[in-house]
Each structure stands twice: as C-alpha cells, then as structure tokens.
C-alpha cells in the first residue's frame, strides 16, 4: 500500500481500542453495549469493528457530572426544534 502523507485517526475501532478511546475497561465497555451506552459493532466479516463517530456520540450523550455541558446540548436541540 502507497504511503499517504495525511494522518489519518482509524474510523474503526477493535473493541480493546474502543473501550480505551472512551476512557473505560472491556469489562465495562462490554457492560455498556449490552445496555445500550454505546453502540453495537459493525461486522466486517467475522470481526467486530467500533466506529468512532458513534462512539463519540454515545459518549456524547452519557450524563455530566454537574458541568453543563448536557444542559447545553439539550438546550440546542429544543433551540433547533422551534425552528
């Protein structure tokens, strides 16, 4: 393969990758797939591949401690609902 000049971060994630991109062990990260904190695998073949931009959502989305942040958000999305 060419080698490229830009830098790319990887748009899929093996599951140790992606429990370490939102800051959190396998054990937990298992534990929140199945809950639905974040967000199931793409299958390629017979791997299981994390996408990166549903992760951020997902890790967008938990709840804040006290910062204000998810108010904001919140606050956005009726903001742009009355629109």
Known sequence: ??????????RGLSREEAARYVGVGST???????????PKPKRINSRAVWD?????????????KDNG????LERSRRDGQTK
């Open 52 to 64: 990166r931009v549903a992760l951020d959502i997902a890790f967008t989305s938990l709840p804040d």
């Open 1 to 10: 393969m060419k080698s490229d000049a830009i830098s790319y971060p990887p």
């Open 69 to 72: 942040l998810q108010e904001l």
């Open 28 to 38: 937990l990260f298992d534990e929140m797939v199945a809950d639905g904190r974040m």
